[in-house]
């Protein structure tokens, strides 16, 4: 398939995860690789799994079976403060934000530490989000329901992170705000590969190049963006999108 | 909730519970009473804000923390005891002397008890977080063993607590008597107060903690260990809570092994007036108890007690979840 490319190591390779909320058995074999340079978005219905894989790659749940391996390293058995700290950024579906805390607070808390780096990395965070050097010192719950989003996904950005995992961010937006959210995720997708969990169409598309569906808690197709575009049998089968 | 009245309502609850008794009282004894009403306000706002922010942070109702209390304050009596026999300090005509030897007496009963906190929390604690009901049982259970063990270490009978000389005795201003030591202990709690503050805004050791008092599970997707963070809160409300023994046992001269389940019942009313978790929320709370408790038990003494009662009942009627929300 890939004679000419040059074969990188997956970033990420999660392979024939299972896991368990309570009783539930919510993730029955979900596999998937990540490669570098890449937004790779997961698709599927709600409730097909794709929250739950996201917050076990975290180490919020750990997986009964399977493996994931982030850089060849596993890191399924690891705490979730460990695996932040291997470099991978999380933006949960609800977003996270400290209501109570400033802006300004809410990056503190995000920073491994501060330092030179940190600065100059918060100088691209303005860079890509603006509004947010507006709101610097304001108190985050007063931000509106996009600004909220700006500063989940730009939080992880202030350390050294080489993968972000972002969970559903055009959830509740306007269009509008959606169109912005996108040109900002192209932009910092030059410092880190991405996971894209999208129900939106039109923003997976835009932004995805490579996309697995996931349906009743395992991956079942994956291939390129671009494939999917076209194929109006798989988009409607399981993801309800017709036309 | 963002109206002028209710962003208002704390700070006017305040000053008419503070002047009201003015219509009823001399100025004179009113300014005596302020002042002791202040002192024991402070008090329970050191052991009441070790509550608050250990329910604010981990979601933990512990109830052994009368007992900490009674722990502190009977180190705190043995240390100054031991450190007098070597020194002399307690008795000295030094002030200088005489405040080392308290401070060092709180240090050792602080320290101590953290300790003592922590291996509660690992041993007893840990295995119900997330049971309230749970809590209650275990930790009503821990309280007894502890108080007993105060019982088996230093016997069953009251003592009576040193108090450094230059901390006896009144002033007289303009004819009105105010006692040395209440002073000290306004003092002391404010001091602890803003310190408290000050770590838990503008140091980002306090930034996590009150991340994680909002959301817990987000502080550790951002790479930090919430459980350390979490063993040391316990640390410090065990130390509060030992400080507030120390110092609530020179207050009453004395000290006995249920102090701790006494004392408790009023620093419960008072975290739960200034809303669990709080601790600007706490020394406002304490305040309004330590004022009105001294207010009612001048004019109708057996009210007294009831008077807290009523305050709890009167601000949750209003304001269910306590005058401050959590992180404050
Ligand atoms: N706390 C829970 N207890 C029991 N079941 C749960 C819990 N959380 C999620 N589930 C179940 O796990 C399944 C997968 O949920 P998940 O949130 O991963 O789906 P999703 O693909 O992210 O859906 P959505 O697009 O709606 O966000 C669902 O069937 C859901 O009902
Ligand atoms: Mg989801």
């Known amino acids: ?243 | 909730m963002d109206s002028p009245w209710k962003k208002w309502f704390p700070t006017l609850m305040v000053f008419a519970i503070f002047l009201s008794p003015l219509l009823l009282i001399s100025p004179k004894t009113y300014i005596t009473l302020t002042i002791s009403g202040l002192a024991m306000g402070m008090l329970l706002f050191l052991v009441a804000s070790g509550f608050s922010l250990i329910f604010g942070l981990l979601s933990v109702l512990n109830l052994a923390h009368g007992a900490l209390f009674t722990w502190g304050a009977y180190i705190g009596f043995t240390s100054f005891g031991l450190i007098n026999q070597w020194t002399g300090w307690g008795g000295s005509e030094s002030i200088f002397l005489n405040i080392t030897i308290f401070l060092l007496a709180l240090l050792t009963a602080g320290l101590l008890v953290a300790l003592l906190g922590v291996i509660t929390e690992r041993l007893v604690i840990r295995p119900v977080y997330g049971s309230h009901l749970f809590q209650i049982f275990i930790t009503v259970g821990a309280m007894i063993v502890l108080e007993e063990l105060v019982r088996i270490v230093w016997g069953p009978n009251d003592e009576v607590m040193p108090v450094p000389i230059s901390f006896m005795g009144s002033y007289d201003l303009f004819d009105v008597v105010v006692s040395k030591y209440p002073l000290i202990a306004i003092a002391m709690g404010l001091i602890i107060y803003f310190v408290i503050l000050m770590i838990l805004r503008k140091t980002k050791l306090g930034t996590i903690v009150r991340a994680g008092v909002e959301n817990p599970e987000m502080v550790q997707v951002m790479g930090h260990n919430i459980y350390r963070y979490f063993t040391g809160v316990f640390a410090v409300g065990s130390a509060l809570a030992a400080i507030g023994g120390g110092m609530w046992a020179t207050f009453v001269k004395s000290i006995h092994p249920a102090m701790g389940g006494e004392v408790i019942i009023f620093a419960l009313i008072v975290a739960i007036i200034g809303g669990l978790g709080s601790i600007t929320g706490s020394v406002v709370g304490a305040l309004l108890v330590g004022l009105s408790y001294n207010y009612v038990a001048y004019l109708v003494p057996k009210a007294a007690l009831g008077i807290t009662m009523l305050l709890l009942v009167v601000i949750l009627s209003i304001r269910p979840t306590g005058l401050f929300s959590e992180g404050t």
């Open chain 1, 1 to 243: 398939m890939a004679e000419v490319e040059p074969v990188d190591e997956p970033i990420l390779k999660v392979e024939r995860i299972h896991s368990l909320i309570g009783k539930h058995h919510v993730l029955q074999g979900v596999s998937f690789q990540v490669d570098p340079g890449k937004v790779t978005v997961l698709l599927g219905r709600n409730g097909a799994g794709k929250s739950t894989t996201l917050r076990t790659i975290m180490g919020l749940l750990s997986p009964s079976q399977g493996t994931i391996r982030f850089k060849e390293q596993a890191i399924h058995h690891m705490k979730p403060y460990e695996i932040s700290r291997l470099g991978i950024g999380f933006v949960p579906e609800d977003r996270g934000i400290f209501n109570l805390l400033t802006v300004e607070e809410n990056f503190r808390v995000a920073m491994h530490q501060e330092n030179g780096k940190t600065r100059e990395r918060m100088e691209t965070v303005f860079h890509i989000f603006p509004d947010l050097k507006k709101f610097w010192k304001a108190t985050a719950g007063n931000l509106s329901g996009g600004q909220k989003q700006m500063l989940a996904i730009a939080r992880p950005l202030v350390n050294r992170n080489e993968l972000l995992l972002i969970d559903e961010p055009s959830k509740g937006l306007a269009p509008i705000i959606i169109d912005h959210l996108i040109d900002s995720i192209n932009k910092l997708k030059e410092f880190t590969v991405v996971i894209l969990v999208e129900q939106n169409f039109y923003m997976a598309s835009s932004l995805g190049s490579d996309f697995y569906l996931f349906d009743d808690g395992r991956t079942v197709h994956h291939g390129q963006m671009e494939e999917l575009v076209q194929n109006e049998e798989l988009k409607k089968k399981y993801l309800g999108i017709s036309g």
